[in-house]
């Protein structure tokens, strides 16, 4: 069984640059997140897809972050201009269902370092 | 937002030592769920809780949906080695659809 498939595992550009993430959720699954993980503020939610729809995006640092999900198998999250700050672990989740309870599977995260 | 709090922050025990662990919000939750994360990877499920009162276990692992629905715990039997991580609580409030992380307790066991 295929997880939720990130890449790239590791990212390393200078601040400024454009920086793009990319996410495959779990074939079936009907909604995608997105989290930042840093040692200061834990694991937060940037946004999340229902269905391809963005449904709460309220989590997005500022414009310089954009999300998009074209397709029920592809997502995007991508930072321009990058910088310093942005630096931390970038995971995707999905799940099937509705309702908010259900289950989150996690990609194994990129890890984002900004100069 | 919306705040979990995990404790113990962090927890240094010997092998073979039972684990207790919680979460407490500070709004009613449908739904907890446990999670572990090891170095590098993304956090996987352990247990999935859906109603108030609920104890479930997954191997040595227990965890309760507390009566007031706004804490949870978690119980680790006969610790071993592997079961070193960071273990997060989270689930998502009564009202809303935003799943919300807690603060995460640190793991390590000691041989």
């Known amino acids: 069984d295929a997880g939720v498939i990130q890449s790239p595992r590791h990212e390393v550009t200078e601040m400024g640059q454009e920086v793009t993430l990319r996410c495959k959720p779990i074939s079936g699954h009907n909604s995608l997140f997105w989290y930042r993980q840093t040692m200061m503020r834990g694991l937060e939610l940037l946004i999340y897809f229902n269905n391809n729809v963005p449904i709460d995006d309220s989590g997005m640092p500022e414009d310089r972050f954009s999300a998009k999900m074209p397709n029920a198998s592809f997502s995007t999250l991508k930072i321009q201009p990058s910088e310093p700050r942005d630096s931390a672990v970038y995971f995707c989740?999905?799940?099937f269902g509705r309702g908010p309870g259900s289950p989150l599977h996690f990609g194994n995260g990129t890890r984002l370092t900004v100069t | 937002g919306q705040q979990l709090n995990q404790s113990p922050q962090s927890m240094f025990i010997q092998e073979g030592e039972d684990v207790s662990m919680n979460c407490t919000s500070s709004?009613?939750?449908?739904?907890w769920l446990w999670y572990k994360q090891e170095p590098g990877e993304g956090p996987v499920l352990l247990i999935a809780?859906?109603?108030?009162?609920e104890l479930t276990s997954n191997g040595r692992l227990t965890a309760q949906f507390g009566i007031t629905r706004k804490d949870s715990f978690l119980n680790i039997s006969a610790s071993i080695p592997s079961d070193v991580g960071i273990y997060f609580c989270a689930g998502p409030p009564n009202t809303g659809n935003q799943f919300y992380f807690g603060t995460g307790t640190s793991l390590t066991v000691i041989p």
């Open positions: 809780l859906y109603k108030a009162g």
């Open positions: 989740a999905s799940s």
């Open positions: 709004s009613i939750f449908n739904t």
